[in-house]
Each structure stands twice: as C-alpha cells, then as structure tokens.
C-alpha cells in the first residue's frame, strides 16, 4: 500500500511561482516513477511532469522551461517548482507514483491562476 500526501498550491496572479510538495509513504526510489499532473474544468487530466526512479525527469512541452520536478529522497518528499504560472493552468493538481506495476494517486490540490 502506497500513501500520498500533498501539500502546497494555492492562488497566485499571472506570472507568479508556486510550489507543490508530495510525501510518499515509501521510499522514493522504489518508485519506478513519480509524477504530477493536472486537471482543468471539463478537461482530461493530463501529465504535467514526470521522474524516474533514477532520477530521469520528462515535461509535458507546455511548461518545459517553467517547471521543475524534483525530489528529496531523505524526505520521501517530490515537488513541483512552477514558475511564470498562466491562467490556463489552473487546475487541481495530483500526484502519482507507480510502484509493482500500481498507481497511487495523492488527493488533489487545487492552483488558481489568476489574470
């Protein structure tokens, strides 16, 4: 059993920065991948972000130059470092980990971009 707990998003204007952070319940590694991706009203999620167990990281071509996914394995913590937000992307963003060939998802949290 995986757990995920996100924490951070929020409201900000254009062009402002936020960042998300996802705690695991697991050891980051043993992940075969972590990610993030977004939801926007009436819209399909979609992925935003992406990191391999070994540290290989992957964008979705929207926010390549603004987004950065990292992590922190002595935290079993993964964040998202988004930077120059657009109003586009307000969304209710989610995290997910693949582990043993599942997917977990953490609960959403919800970044409103505003113009």
């Known amino acids: 059993q995986v757990q995920l707990v996100q924490s951070g998003g929020g409201s900000v204007q254009s062009g402002g920065s936020l960042r998300l952070s996802c705690v695991a319940s697991?050891?980051?590694?043993?992940?075969?991948?972590m990610g993030w991706y977004r939801q926007a009203p009436g819209k399909q999620r979609e992925l935003v972000a992406q990191?391999?167990?070994?540290?290989?990281?992957d964008y979705a071509d929207s926010v390549k130059g603004r987004f950065t996914i990292s992590r922190d394995n002595a935290k079993n913590t993964v964040y998202l470092q988004m930077n120059s937000l657009k109003p586009e992307e307000t969304a209710v963003y989610y995290c997910?980990?693949?582990?043993?060939?599942?997917?977990?998802w953490g609960q959403g949290t919800q970044v409103n971009v505003s113009s």
């Open positions: 697991r050891d980051i590694p043993s992940f075969s991948v």
């Open positions: 990191i391999s167990g070994v540290g290989n990281t």
């Open positions: 997910r980990a693949t582990w043993a060939s599942y997917g977990y």
